[in-house]
């Protein structure tokens, strides 16, 4: 228990680890308080049994029991919302401290974990850690601390009777041990029901177009609703696992007091004990017993702050990609790579591949789907490491620049467009959230999307839904460049920026690109020939290695995958209905 415990606390701030500390402290102050209680009480019998009942002994009682009160009541209240701060502070902060991790783990980590895992642990995991964690630790240290002050208060009254609490502690403590590792052997599974839920559940949302269309509703349903069943079974069965060694406690705790109890009555009966010491513990009997079932109840629940606490740090145990380059702006926007390896999961995507990207010039890269493309792109502006070989930007390896001073240099305009729940405006400025609305009109109009914009409810002030799914393609599409106007970067990225704009949108589409990639370093990955055929060099990647490289006048001349390519795509257009 004590283990978990110190855990949780080193998983917290130092600012929230004081916080709980002094709570705990605290916890020991309002434990001395309800104490009072007793002597409260014991002036009042002491008075009653001696016949002398005057307004003194009675205030007196009245003034020590309003003293326990009101002093419990106010400490238990600032302990309470001292931990309860602590609770929520933390998470609030751990969710931050893994969004700020994940900006530098390589991009293979989010391809080999799915996105439920990770909504997982940053919603679920996390909101049962800031309510079930200080819940717990309030109720475990407040019991016993409780069970601590009446078992002090007991010996000084009687070491026999002392000493049968303190054996019935530890009694209690072997079964509560017991309920340990019943609880160590189901919350795995509980844990791991609660991310499958939410998995399923984003899962179901984000393919209920696939699902319609295919007439699968029923049996993906089936899977959702198998997951939360199971979520529901693993629930039951925890429960049931603890209820036993529940139960076991609860009894103990009980016996304890009935120990008490027996004893002071037989000492007292003996003459070895005066009515008022017994009927004294009589009244520790019970306050015994309600601080084991508090702490030992709630202990249980620890074993969930344990797993939370272990897949929290799982992900912030991850290696981040070497980020500790310098802030430098580079000489120049010329991109090499010489001699680069990259494997996945085994499998090598990229082998031995060299180029050079001059400054303002347009690299088309083309190629059989899977050839390794995208992850190329991805290896110069450091999406992921290399395995071998180096990248350099403006001749210097790109391992020797910060992440951000890095990333000021590329933007990036993919297929699948990604815009958040918010304004366009506030889509439009991203990458820049202070800049005036004169510079994101400005963008807009270069983008090619100011018009449509003034069409919306709200014009720029429209908040459009999650990935923008109100909005056209070719709209979703000018918004993520006319963000990419705002970055202004000197280079550019096009991951198959136009492959799936419909004929409508095409046009202002190219001419938003057009205004996008004046005056830059252009890297594009297409499919469409209009788009390739007047770079300055066309690549061709296949099976992870370079196959041909030149200009498309050239690439015309001989034979292979891109004189197939074209030569397939002429023949595509030519088909008329």
């Not at 085994?346 to 050839?371: H, R």
């Not at 502006?381 to 992440?403: A, E, H, P, Q």
Request: charged share 25%.
């Amino acid at each position: 228990m004590l283990k978990i415990l110190k855990k949780f606390f080193d998983f917290c701030s130092e600012k929230n680890r004081k916080k709980f500390y002094e709570s705990i402290v605290l916890g020991v102050i309002s434990a001395i308080f309800s104490a009072l209680k007793i002597p409260a009480i014991g002036v009042l019998l002491m008075a009653i049994l001696n016949g002398e009942i005057t307004n003194t002994s009675i205030f007196a009682s009245f003034g020590i029991m309003l003293l326990s009160i009101i002093g419990t009541s106010l400490i238990k209240s600032k302990s309470n919302m001292l931990q309860t701060e602590a609770g929520y502070e933390t998470c609030a902060d751990k969710r931050m401290e893994i969004a700020e991790h994940m900006r530098y783990l390589p991009m293979g980590y989010f391809n080999a974990n799915s996105l439920g895992y990770i909504t997982s642990v940053t919603t679920n995991t996390m909101e049962s850690l800031s309510d079930v964690a200080t819940r717990v630790v309030m109720m475990v240290t407040e019991g016993a601390f409780t069970t601590l002050v009446i078992t002090v208060m007991i010996f000084s009254f009687d070491v026999k009777i002392g000493l049968l609490v303190v054996l019935g502690i530890a009694v209690y403590l072997l079964a509560n041990t017991l309920l340990q590792g019943a609880s160590r052997k189901k919350a795995p599974e509980k844990i791991r029901s609660d991310g499958a839920v939410v998995e399923k559940v984003l899962e179901y949302i984000k393919g209920i177009s696939e699902v319609k269309s295919y007439g699968l509703t029923g049996r993906y349903n089936q899977r959702l609703n198998q997951a939360i069943e199971d979520n529901v079974k693993a629930n039951i069965d925890m429960e049931l696992a603890l209820v036993p060694y529940m139960t076991l406690q609860n009894f103990i705790s009980k016996l304890i007091g009935v120990g008490i109890s027996v004893l002071s009555i037989y000492l007292y009966t003996t003459g070895a004990m005066e009515l008022l010491y017994c009927i004294m513990m009589l009244i520790c009997s019970f306050m015994v017993t309600e601080g084991l079932e508090k702490a030992g109840t709630n202990s249980a629940l620890l074993r969930i702050v344990d797993l939370s606490v272990d897949k929290a740090n799982a992900i912030l145990d991850l290696k981040p990609m070497d980020i500790s380059g310098k802030d430098v702006k580079p000489s120049s926007y010329e991109i090499k790579a010489d001699n680069i390896d990259f494997s996945y999961d085994k499998k090598k995507i990229i082998d031995n591949i060299s180029l050079t990207i001059p400054e303002k010039t347009t690299t088309a890269i083309v190629g059989p789907s899977g050839g390794g493309k995208t992850t190329l792109c991805h290896l110069l502006s450091r999406f992921w490491d290399v395995d071998s070989g180096t990248v350099t930007l403006g001749g210097m390896n790109i391992k020797d620049y910060s992440m951000d001073s890095l990333m000021k240099n590329f933007s990036f305009v993919f297929q699948n467009v990604y815009l958040f729940k918010d304004t366009i405006a506030n889509n439009i400025r991203f990458g820049q959230p202070d800049a005036p609305m004169e510079a994101v009109i400005e963008a807009a109009k270069k983008a090619k999307c100011h018009d449509f914009i003034m069409n919306l409810p709200d014009g720029y002030d429209t908040v459009i839904g999650e990935s923008g799914g109100s909005l056209s393609g070719g709209e979703r599409q000018r918004l993520s460049i006319a963000r990419a106007i705002m970055k202004d970067s000197p280079i550019i990225i096009l991951d198959e920026a136009t492959a799936n704009v419909d004929p409508e949108n095409e046009k202002d589409l190219m001419e938003a690109i057009d205004e996008l990639t004046k005056e830059k370093t252009i890297i594009m990955i297409a499919h469409r020939l209009k788009t390739v055929q007047n770079a300055d060099q066309i690549l061709v990647v296949d099976d992870g290695k370079i196959v041909q490289r030149g200009k498309h006048e050239q690439l015309m001349k001989e034979e292979g995958i891109y004189r197939r390519f074209v030569c397939q795509r002429e023949q595509a257009v030519s088909w008329k209905l």
